[in-house]
């Protein structure tokens, strides 16, 4: 059995330089406290090396040009240590979380995938590396002196069972982490390393300075052993970054974006899953008044939103950044934020990946990332609400629909597959020829592969004028087109909702007309010639006005 | 040593024999995966809309143009297959082709404002690839802006989708595509048929409709159908040498045994004649 402790040196100010990858390689110091106590918490070797002292307050800092200042930041630490998490379950499984810089593993298993212990620690600093991490990594068989290990030494450090004590012999003692007195007691005593207080006899540690000392001293010699807690997977998954400077362009804005992004989907692949949806939020800060409309029925709050909230919904769960970024693009293009932006939260609503098994019979179906994108430009071009697979309502209301989202595949034709039915005779709903069975015939008769006409909808309807002859149609005119009515069936009366607002009550005609006004309005080539036509009208009496419907073609 | 190319040529096929069939003939490019439109009188005429290849149809409003679109889709959707619709006018009629037996689940329909939008809406479609079945509906564009659309814009769409098994399908009032699409179909409104609970015809002799007398007698009566007549101006696809037509089924049909037919008529019904008893009324 043997564990790896992962330790990040200088936790925080790496946290600070992975979320501004363009730090790196440059001094940076970290600023913490409410001004005017203001002052240098933590800074890189850099920084120390042009002269950065630690508790330099603010001002005194400033006077470093070369050296990059940046407030500490919680929302950083926790993202990089959620990644650090991330990536150790990309590992191992068992996984204990011991610090804000420190991660144990367990090791066990997991030489058939990976390896000796060797190759699993370059492993595990390549991986941290693609997150921007560098880490120390420390491997034996005891919990404890790995995490020594890997706090005292840097890069990988491996030691063999039954050499823990003789590995941490020459660390100073601080790597144990003592309380401050015991520390101030062991400075004063000289002892130093941790071979100096694995020297120290136990009973007389123990009267100078209780169960602790002791249990330092265990520490120290390598012979202090406990189990390894097991840390829970969280299941969120958010990056968020707060900015200095408000932006209000797209551009940098995307920048932003796609670097939040990539951590997302990084953790994303960490834990085998992929984004179903996309939740973004924007603090915005103070809008242009000149930017926003004018109006007497708003009010303060809705002149000037405070934050901005969208959210991208996925055909298929995805964790491609770059195309989740060309996603979030197009939508931002359609819609964009009302005023600069000072925050950006960006959460994932984990699933896990389509999985499918292409048929040698059916064609390969679309592929899902490019239909995303494709319908993200069709909503861009026309509006999103005309978009869409439509959805027959169930009511009674003539051409009731809506435009629902387009997602070709559904486990009910999966399922039809499945059971071995062919898809011709899949059982549908038939709003107005009843229910078709399985032979294909129809309920009321006739079968269901008799070709119908089809009619098409003029949107919106078209006012006509009618003139009744007995209370029958018998000439009719709109749009600059007047025919005579050669055959009529009806009236059809329906009529629904009456509880509502919007009841309808309807005639409709189906007829056949003889047109005779100018063809050319009809865009016909020979303008001499009579055309008929079949359409359907109706008579409103809500409107108490005679409409076209549509046209039969 | 002069080479003769004949005997390497047999030496190459006897090598490749078994594996490769023909390996030095062209592939003939004439020959297409065509696929049912729905209707046999079209399937026989055609062979069938051809995959990787734009289809033309064109006629007058009330031509059929829209029931002969909806057949098709109402195929294609029945294998599942993903279509696309970009309607230019947004005149698409859901509930009826619904109960026309399209899957609407498998349609994405793109209503669009004007033809601007209609073309790069199908620019994006066929870009992204995918879709079995792209129809571009420019039905109730007008003559004279269809006109102005430059004859690249249909090359392009045809070079969009070849070697591809999309089915690319124009649907307009006039022909534009020229020698850009694969096959044309002209479409001409046939006679309407009424069906009427009276015995007394609908038509007289003459085939006219009767007048305004016979309108006021009190009878039921609805649409039944209407015929369509198509004509095929151009197709790329080999020619159907073998045809059978079920004379009752047509009032009249060009069928030379033989030979290739131009043209066919074939039968649409309302959707209220699919339920009730109904009397037919006698046509010529």
């Known amino acids: 059995m043997a564990f790896a402790s992962i330790y990040v040196p200088n936790f925080i100010v790496q946290a600070v330089v992975c979320a501004e990858p363009e730090l790196r390689g440059r001094a940076v110091a970290l600023l913490d406290g409410t001004p005017p106590l203001c002052g240098v918490v933590a800074m890189n070797e850099f920084a120390m090396r042009d002269g950065i002292q630690m508790s330099m307050s603010e001002s005194q800092a400033a006077q470093f040009c070369s050296v990059e200042k940046r407030r500490r930041s919680r929302a950083h630490e926790e993202a990089a240590h959620a990644a650090l998490l991330d990536m150790s379950w990309s590992i191992s499984p068992r996984v204990e979380d011991t610090a804000p810089d420190t991660i144990v593993l367990d090791l066990t298993g997991l030489h058939s995938f990976f390896g000796a212990d060797a190759n699993i620690a370059k492993e595990l600093a390549q991986r941290a590396s693609q997150l921007g991490l560098n880490i120390n990594t420390g491997i034996s068989a005891n919990i404890e002196v790995a995490i020594r290990l890997a706090r005292g030494f840097s890069g990988i450090t491996l030691v063999p069972s039954g050499k823990e004590s003789k590995s941490l012999a020459s660390l100073p003692v601080s790597v144990l982490s003592p309380p401050v007195e015991i520390m101030e007691s062991f400075e004063r005593w000289g002892v130093r390393t941790c071979a100096d207080l694995a020297a120290l006899p136990a009973p007389e540690l123990s009267e100078r300075l209780g169960q602790a000392g002791v249990h330092l001293r265990e520490l120290a010699s390598g012979a202090s052993k406990r189990s390894l807690v097991l840390a829970e997977p969280k299941t969120c998954f958010a990056e968020e970054i707060e900015l200095d400077d408000a932006v209000e362009d ?304 | 040593m002069p080479v003769n190319f004949a005997t390497l040529r047999s030496q190459v096929e006897r090598a490749l024999a078994g594996r490769v069939a023909a390996p030095f003939d062209c592939p003939d490019r004439n020959v297409t995966e065509n696929v049912s439109t729905g209707i046999d009188e079209i399937d026989l005429l055609t062979g069938g809309f051809p995959r990787g290849a734009l289809t033309e149809i064109f006629g007058p409003p009330c031509s059929g143009r829209t029931t002969l679109f909806v057949s098709a889709l109402s195929k294609r959707t029945a294998y599942l297959e993903e279509c696309a619709l970009i309607d230019a006018s947004d005149a698409f009629d859901p509930c009826h082709a619904q109960a026309a037996g399209v899957d609407l689940k498998q349609l994405l329909w793109v209503r669009c404002r004007n033809i601007n939008q209609a073309l790069r809406a199908t620019d994006l479609i066929l870009q992204g690839g995918g879709f079995g079945f792209v129809c571009l509906d420019l039905s109730d564009v007008s003559r004279e802006v269809a006109r102005k659309i430059p004859l690249e814009t249909w090359f392009r769409f045809r070079r969009a989708v070849e070697n591809t098994r999309t089915i690319l399908l124009l649907i307009e009032q006039e022909s534009n595509a020229k020698t850009c699409a694969s096959l044309v179909l002209k479409l001409e409104a046939g006679l309407a048929r009424w069906s009427t609970t009276s015995q007394t015809p609908l038509r007289n002799e003459d085939g006219q409709i009767r007048g305004a007398d016979f309108l006021q007698q009190s009878f039921a009566r609805f649409l039944a159908g209407m015929d369509v007549h198509a004509e095929v101006l151009r197709s790329r696809m080999k020619p159907v040498t073998k045809l059978a037509f079920r004379a009752n089924r047509l009032s009249a049909a060009a069928i030379n045994s033989g030979s290739r037919a131009q043209e066919t008529i074939f039968r649409a019904n309302a959707l209220w004649s699919c339920f009730g008893k109904t009397f037919e009324a006698k046509q010529q």
């Open chain 1, 250 to 553: 797209l551009e940098p804005l995307a920048f932003l974006l796609g670097r939040l992004l990539d951590q997302l989907c990084a953790r994303l692949q960490a834990h085998a899953l992929a984004a179903a949806a996309i939740h973004l939020r924007f603090d915005l800060g103070d809008a242009f008044e000149k930017d926003l409309p004018v109006s007497a029925k708003t009010s303060t709050e809705e002149i000037a939103p405070k934050s901005y909230e969208r959210d991208l919904r996925l055909s298929a769960p995805m964790r491609d950044s770059k195309m989740l970024l060309k996603l979030l693009r197009l939508q931002l293009q359609a819609d964009p934020p009302q005023a600069s932006i000072r925050k950006i939260s960006i959460a994932a609503e984990p699933a896990r990946r389509r999985a499918t098994q292409r048929d040698f019979f059916r064609p390969n179906s679309i592929d899902p990332e490019k239909l995303e994108l494709t319908i993200a430009r069709l909503g861009n071009l026309v509006g999103s609400s005309n978009v869409g697979a439509p959805q027959v309502m169930d009511t009674h209301r003539s051409g009731a629909f809506r435009m629902s989202r387009f997602s070709p595949t559904n486990e009910e034709s999966q399922r039809c597959r499945k059971a071995g039915h062919t898809t011709a005779t899949q059982v549908q709903e038939n709003q107005f020829a009843g229910d078709r069975t399985m032979s294909g015939r129809t309920m009321f008769g006739g079968t269901a592969d008799r070709t119908t006409v089809a009619l098409r909808i003029f949107r919106p309807e078209w006012l006509a004028k009618i003139d009744i002859c007995e209370e029958r149609p018998v000439q009719i005119s709109f749009r600059g087109l007047r025919g005579k009515i050669a055959a009529a069936s009806g009236p059809w009366r329906s009529s629904g909702d009456w509880w509502r607002e919007d009841a309808w009550r309807h005639e409709e005609w189906d007829i056949h007309i003889r047109f005779h006004s100018d063809a050319s309005r009809m865009n016909t080539e020979d303008p001499g010639k009579t055309y008929d036509g079949l359409y359907r009208i109706y008579y409103d009496h809500a409107r108490r006005n005679w409409y076209v419907r549509g046209r039969y073609d």
